[in-house]
């Protein structure tokens, strides 16, 4: 599966963005799509995932009540809906897709395939 990412910029801290990861060669509803992000200095982290299904999603503690992750099968794309965006939320940020189920969060060892990354801005 490739996967490309769309949507990241720059916005102030309260603010909202939509990222957007249009997948192509195998759909969504296949695999279990993430988004992961990285800030400067620091190791690629979990934000949230959604089923192939659809009908379960799970986030890290930081961004809960704050992001959404959906999926529009149709057009083979998941989205991150993030509102009341944070500085802390400043990183670039990455869609994976895995073949492997979870109950809870992504590991980064188990992606299979990553998308190239947008960069999300959040100033104070």
């Known amino acids: 599966v490739q996967l490309v990412e769309s949507g990241g910029g720059l916005v102030q801290a309260g603010g909202s963005l939509r990222l957007s990861c249009a997948a192509s060669?195998?759909?969504?509803?296949?695999?279990?799509m993430g988004w992961f992000r990285k800030a400067p200095g620091k190791e690629r982290e979990f934000v949230a995932r959604i089923t192939g299904s659809g009908d379960t999603t799970y986030y890290t503690d930081s961004v809960k009540g704050r992001f959404t992750i959906s999926r529009d099968t149709a057009k083979n794309t998941v989205y991150l809906q993030m509102n009341s965006l944070k500085p802390e939320d400043t990183a670039v940020y990455f869609c994976?897709?895995?073949?492997?189920?979870?109950?809870?969060?992504?590991?980064?060892?188990?992606?299979?395939?990553w998308g190239q990354g947008t960069l999300v801005t959040v100033s104070s």
């Open positions: 060669g195998r759909t969504v509803s296949r695999v279990v």
């Open positions: 994976g897709a895995s073949r492997y189920s979870t109950a809870q969060r992504m590991a980064v060892a188990n992606i299979d395939a």
